[in-house]
């Protein structure tokens, strides 16, 4: 068994969700670990596990991370991470694969599907490690995991749109 660590230098884990219905903000995790165990040279059996520490959201907004922070969204101060535990790691065609497993949010937990990329596997500098990246995209409902403020504006539209999109880019080293 191969044990790949994530490495949080060269990796990024992104969101984005609508806002006033017509607008998009977008925001990150700076704090955040994986690993993903494979026999395999393709990873179709790989197990992946996945954290991210809410406290170190970012969405270049001090008042709106607070906001994110609180009980109307994550309560970080409850619920300090989110969590993913792969169930499968399927190749559909070429390198895209269908990544799916346990998301955990706010301590709701809810089987997931991501489409996820392997970008391939190369060896880092000064040819003594292997490195394999991987891009893995999804969308979510942040109302499945407890995420429920919702606001209108004077005219009657949507402050914070429902569907969240995710996108990770995540570089591994094999340890």
């Known amino acids: 068994m191969s044990t790949w660590k994530l490495d949080p ?7 984005k969700v609508k806002h006033l219905v017509v607008s998009t903000i977008s925001g990150n995790f700076n704090t955040f670990s994986a690993t993903v165990d494979s026999n395999k040279e393709d990873f179709t059996d790989a197990k992946v596990t996945f954290e991210a520490i809410v406290d170190s959201i970012d969405t270049k907004n001090g008042q709106r991370d607070g906001h994110l922070k609180s009980a109307d969204f994550f309560d970080a101060a409850n619920h300090p991470a989110i969590t993913f535990v792969s169930k499968s790691f399927k190749k559909k065609s070429g ?16 089987e997931v599907a991501l489409a996820a ?59």
Request: no cysteine; aromatic share 10%.
């Open 95 to 110: 390198n895209n694969y269908e990544l799916n497993g346990d998301l955990t949010v706010r301590g709701t937990t809810k």
């Open 9 to 15: 230098n060269h990796s990024e884990v992104k969101f």
């Open 117 to 175: 990329e392997y970008n391939g596997t190369v060896k880092g500098f000064g040819g003594s490690f292997d490195v394999a990246a991987f891009e893995i995209t999804g969308k979510i409902n942040r109302k499945e995991f407890g995420l429920n403020w919702s606001a209108l504006t004077e005219t009657g539209g949507i402050v914070v749109g429902d569907d969240v999109k995710i996108e990770v880019l995540a570089e591994f080293v094999k340890a």
